[in-house]
């Protein structure tokens, strides 16, 4: 592995720090990822981010979601927006 020294924007910098934090890695590491996936080709990396979306359709067969019709949404909404219910 050899050493390279680049110059980033700030917004980069800080965009990359908040990936690599959320992916529980370091910026070097992310950018290397990174820079990898751009040799390879933009199309590679779409075509995998497509067939994972494609795989796990119909993974979640159940949501057990609340009632929000019960939950006073929609009265909170019509009060903050001046709407008689």
């Known amino acids: ?9 700030d917004r980069q910098t800080e965009a990359l720090d908040r990936m690599a934090a959320m ?3 370091s ?11 751009a040799i390879e080709g933009s ?3 779409l ?11 119909g993974a979640i067969v159940e949501l057990d979601l609340p009632d929000r019709s019960t939950d006073g949404r929609d009265e909170h909404l ?8």
Request: glycine content about 6%; proline content about 0%; cysteine-free.
């Open 1 to 9: 592995m050899r050493r390279t020294n680049i110059y980033l924007e």
């Open 23 to 25: 992916e529980g890695t």
């Open 27 to 37: 910026r070097a590491d992310l950018i290397r990822r990174l820079l990898d996936r």
């Open 43 to 45: 199309d590679r990396g």
């Open 47 to 57: 075509e995998v981010d497509l067939q994972v979306i494609d795989d796990s359709f």
């Open 78 to 85: 019509r009060r903050m927006w001046g709407h008689s219910a």
